[in-house]
């Protein structure tokens, strides 16, 4: 019995509209020069050769450039002074439309153009991994990390300088345990008895609520400073990307992008969603590493933070 | 003759997780046949990488070379449907490249599937309860964690009696005061708790809207159907609106220790996280045995078999018809999985 992938798929929207759009441009002979694809802003830029002769601009009055899938002119050069033009582009039934007339002597131009690329063809021509589960040592948590381009048509129909950029990786970072252990056993207390404190009220037991009470007290004046307020505050402040990008570590080639705190339950935050980065290309389709939390490090920083809140 | 440039698997996964590989090598000159893939039965191929679509792996599991897109990369993404009773076992995948001159060079890569794994390594085998008997002790169990992975536990106690959870969720517990009497409710929160404890004004402003957005949104439990309509009709009335405000003021603080109690319940240890907090169970008659026994998944969802143990009880009591609440004190343990 067959096994693995039975689906057909069409080539992806990135490069079929590409090559329409180059089959378009037939007459002025196009020649790709470079395409990039930005994972993050979800845009592509193409650079292309384009060749104008004498021969064309005569003939016709406008240059026209088709504006498939949203790509639009973006820059101009001149291919032989290497010049940037400074030419009026207008949306014109579905085409860019430029005066032929105020073209200069040049036969040969750069052309940049930019377009925008949907989240599925994105997912489609990329494909990012990181494990469910950390592997744990007592210092560290360890995530395999790995990106790499699913689908090279793009480089079989256009052109090999193909680079897909900034393609990240979301990696969610538990960080659970390093509160859990942080928090020092005075407040610890505090906390507890002011819990059974709440519960003696609720059972309306005028002694047992006395007793909660007074041990309440004495568990206070163990932990002065502590407030639940300050305690939430530091919870938040080392979870902010500035504090808790310092205890991260990353394999090249990826780089550290963003960071951004999850908070699920009600005022601790239980993990921190890490976006690591990397660049991918014909020589790098693919890219392999480890993203490094140093949790050891991070609750001794927890640690001292809430030993200040106690003191 | 072929020049790799990386070979790659990654290091571990769970039982039904995704993991990839790949392969990446310098383009030469001579001409590639066909790539072998030879992986477990129990595997499954997910997805290809730089393969023109559409495509089929055959059971003989070959990739002829001019499916590829590219002559210099192929990946593919696999799964491991079988779960294994060891915490790890080593997996070995390999992939041969075939060449037109009958050469042919093999990559081996190995991958690792793990599990969490619990175990009940301390347990009473007899307990005797007296008159004197001290609750607290009665009842304590260790369980330890071995393995990769979080175990998302539930304790099971089956003593003839009821459990009780002794951490609700914070909104459950709020739901639960309105459905009080909520008159006397709210003068008694006003009155009741003693401002020792500072909470900035601002921070107590910022939960009120959370709460009361998730009120608002009939974000209830199901079974609460009853406080549901107390809501609704709450919110229609801009008077009630504003008490429900003020009653939701008053329980911040208790919340916010709350919250955080039940975090640390929740998470009594490395890797293990209780669907509820504290347990306690209640004896209401006479019994004779206690069983207990923990159900755990993983963070994907497998589920595994349950560990568990018996316990014989012998009741002194004089009056044994009287309720009698015991805790059920759980301590945990855990082994870290070590490989490279």
């Given at each position: 019995?067959?096994?693995?992938?039975?689906?057909?798929?069409?080539?992806?929207?990135?490069?079929?509209?590409?090559?329409?759009?180059?089959?378009?441009?037939?007459?002025?002979?196009?020649?790709?020069?470079?395409?990039?694809?930005?994972?993050?802003?979800?845009?592509?830029?193409?650079?292309?050769?384009?060749?104008?002769?004498?021969?064309?601009?005569?003939?016709?009055?406008?240059?026209?450039?088709?504006?498939?899938?949203?790509?639009?002119?973006?820059?101009?050069?001149?291919?032989?002074?290497?010049?940037?033009?400074?030419?009026?582009?207008?949306?014109?039934?579905?085409?860019?439309?430029?005066?032929?007339?105020?073209?200069?002597?040049?036969?040969?131009?750069?052309?940049?153009?930019?377009?925008?690329?949907?989240?599925?063809?994105?997912?489609?021509?990329?494909?990012?991994?990181?494990?469910?589960?950390?592997?744990?040592?007592?210092?560290?948590?360890?995530?395999?990390?790995?990106?790499?381009?699913?689908?090279?048509?793009?480089?079989?129909?256009?052109?090999?300088?193909?680079?897909?950029?900034?393609?990240?990786?979301?990696?969610?970072?538990?960080?659970?345990?390093?509160?859990?252990?942080?928090?020092?056993?005075?407040?610890?207390?505090?906390?507890?008895?002011?819990?059974?404190?709440?519960?003696?009220?609720?059972?309306?037991?005028?002694?047992?609520?006395?007793?909660?009470?007074?041990?309440?007290?004495?568990?206070?004046?163990?932990?002065?400073?502590?407030?639940?307020?300050?305690?939430?505050?530091?919870?938040?402040?080392?979870?902010?990307?500035?504090?808790?990008?310092?205890?991260?570590?990353?394999?090249?080639?990826?780089?550290?992008?963003?960071?951004?705190?999850?908070?699920?339950?009600?005022?601790?935050?239980?993990?921190?969603?890490?976006?690591?980065?990397?660049?991918?290309?014909?020589?790098?389709?693919?890219?392999?590493?480890?993203?490094?939390?140093?949790?050891?490090?991070?609750?001794?920083?927890?640690?001292?933070?809430?030993?200040?809140?106690?003191? | 003759?072929?020049?790799?440039?990386?070979?790659?698997?990654?290091?571990?996964?769970?039982?039904?997780?995704?993991?990839?590989?790949?392969?990446?090598?310098?383009?030469?000159?001579?001409?590639?046949?066909?790539?072998?893939?030879?992986?477990?039965?129990?595997?499954?191929?997910?997805?290809?990488?730089?393969?023109?679509?559409?495509?089929?792996?055959?059971?003989?599991?070959?990739?002829?070379?001019?499916?590829?897109?590219?002559?210099?990369?192929?990946?593919?993404?696999?799964?491991?449907?079988?779960?294994?009773?060891?915490?790890?076992?080593?997996?070995?995948?390999?992939?041969?490249?075939?060449?037109?001159?009958?050469?042919?060079?093999?990559?081996?890569?190995?991958?690792?599937?793990?599990?969490?794994k619990l175990q009940v390594t301390k347990?009473?085998?007899?307990?005797?309860?007296?008159?004197?008997?001290?609750?607290?002790?009665?009842?304590?169990?260790e369980v330890t964690h071995t393995?990769?992975?979080?175990?998302?536990?539930?304790?099971?106690?089956?003593?003839?009696?009821?459990?009780?959870?002794?951490?609700?969720?914070?909104?459950?517990?709020?739901?639960?005061?309105?459905?009080?009497?909520?008159?006397?409710?709210?003068?008694?929160?006003?009155?009741?708790?003693?401002?020792?404890?500072?909470?900035?004004?601002?921070?107590?402003?910022?939960?009120?809207?959370?709460?009361?957005?998730?009120?608002?949104?009939?974000?209830?439990?199901?079974?609460?159907?009853?406080?549901?309509?107390?809501?609704?009709?709450?919110?229609?009335?801009?008077?009630?609106?504003?008490?429900?405000?003020?009653?939701?003021?008053?329980?911040?603080?208790?919340?916010?220790?709350?919250?955080?109690?039940?975090?640390?319940?929740?998470?009594?240890?490395?890797?293990?996280?209780?669907?509820?907090?504290?347990?306690?169970?209640?004896?209401?008659?006479?019994?004779?045995?206690?069983?207990?026994?923990?159900?755990?998944?993983?963070?994907?969802?497998?589920?595994?078999?349950?560990?568990?143990?018996?316990?014989?009880?012998?009741?002194?009591?004089?009056?044994?018809?009287?309720?009698?609440?015991?805790?059920?004190?759980?301590?945990w343990k855990s082994e870290?999985?070590?490989?490279?």
């Amino acid at each position: 019995m067959p096994i693995g992938v039975d689906d057909a798929k069409a080539s992806t929207e990135i490069a079929s509209s590409a090559v329409s759009l180059l089959e378009k441009l037939g007459p002025y002979k196009p020649d790709v020069k470079s395409m990039t694809v930005d994972y993050l802003t979800r845009s592509t830029v193409m650079k292309l050769l384009l060749n104008v002769p004498a021969g064309i601009k005569r003939r016709v009055r406008d240059i026209e450039i088709p504006a498939y899938n949203g790509y639009s002119v973006y820059e101009v050069f001149d291919g032989e002074s290497l010049n940037k033009l400074d030419l009026q582009w207008e949306l014109k039934d579905g085409k860019w439309v430029t005066d032929a007339a105020k073209l200069p002597s040049a036969e040969k131009y750069f052309v940049t153009l930019r377009g925008a690329v949907t989240k599925d063809a994105l997912s489609e021509i990329v494909g990012v991994f990181c494990p469910e589960e950390p592997k744990k040592e007592p210092e560290h948590d360890r995530y395999w990390i790995q990106s790499g381009i699913k689908d090279m048509s793009i480089l079989e129909n256009i052109y090999r300088e193909l680079s897909i950029e900034r393609v990240a990786v979301d990696v969610k970072v538990g960080i659970e345990r390093p509160f859990s252990t942080s928090i020092p056993d005075k407040t610890r207390h505090l906390l507890e008895a002011r819990g059974r404190a709440e519960d003696a009220m609720d059972s309306r037991d005028r002694e047992r609520v006395f007793r909660e009470w007074i041990n309440y007290r004495a568990a206070k004046s163990e932990a002065k400073k502590f407030s639940p307020t300050t305690f939430t505050e530091i919870a938040r402040r080392v979870v902010s990307p500035e504090i808790f990008i310092l205890f991260l570590n990353v394999d090249e080639p990826f780089q550290l992008g963003g960071v951004v705190n999850i908070v699920q339950s009600n005022f601790i935050p239980e993990a921190v969603q890490v976006t690591v980065q990397a660049n991918l290309n014909f020589k790098q389709p693919a890219a392999k590493g480890n993203l490094t939390f140093r949790k050891k490090e991070f609750s001794d920083r927890l640690s001292s933070e809430f030993k200040d809140m106690e003191e | 003759m072929v020049k790799l440039i990386s070979a790659y698997v990654a290091s571990w996964a769970l039982p039904n997780e995704t993991f990839p590989v790949h392969l990446n090598w310098e383009p030469s000159s001579a001409r590639m046949s066909e790539l072998r893939l030879e992986f477990p039965s129990y595997f499954s191929a997910v997805d290809f990488f730089n393969v023109k679509q559409p495509f089929v792996l055959l059971e003989d599991k070959v990739i002829p070379a001019d499916r590829l897109q590219t002559q210099n990369y192929f990946g593919v993404l696999l799964r491991c449907n079988k779960v294994f009773d060891d915490i790890m076992v080593e997996q070995p995948i390999r992939i041969e490249f075939v060449y037109d001159n009958g050469e042919i060079i093999s990559q081996e890569l190995v991958t690792r599937i793990v599990r969490p794994k619990l175990q009940v390594t301390k347990a009473p085998s007899k307990v005797t309860i007296l008159d004197k008997s001290k609750r607290n002790d009665l009842f304590r169990f260790e369980v330890t964690h071995t393995g990769l992975g979080k175990a998302s536990t539930r304790v099971r106690i089956d003593a003839g009696g009821s459990m009780v959870s002794h951490t609700d969720s914070l909104y459950f517990q709020i739901l639960n005061d309105l459905a009080r009497d909520k008159s006397s409710l709210i003068e008694e929160l006003q009155s009741k708790t003693p401002d020792d404890l500072m909470i900035d004004p601002a921070e107590v402003e910022r939960v009120s809207k959370i709460v009361f957005e998730r009120l608002q949104n009939s974000d209830v439990p199901p079974d609460m159907a009853e406080v549901r309509e107390i809501l609704t009709d709450l919110l229609r009335n801009e008077e009630a609106k504003q008490r429900l405000r003020v009653l939701i003021q008053s329980r911040v603080k208790v919340l916010m220790i709350a919250s955080i109690l039940y975090f640390l319940d929740r998470n009594p240890h490395e890797d293990i996280e209780l669907a509820y907090g504290k347990i306690k169970t209640i004896f209401q008659a006479e019994v004779k045995d206690l069983n207990f026994s923990v159900e755990y998944r993983d963070s994907i969802g497998n589920q595994y078999e349950s560990v568990g143990v018996h316990v014989e009880i012998e009741d002194k009591r004089t009056n044994k018809d009287k309720f009698f609440e015991v805790p059920v004190n759980l301590d945990w343990k855990s082994e870290l999985l070590e490989f490279e």
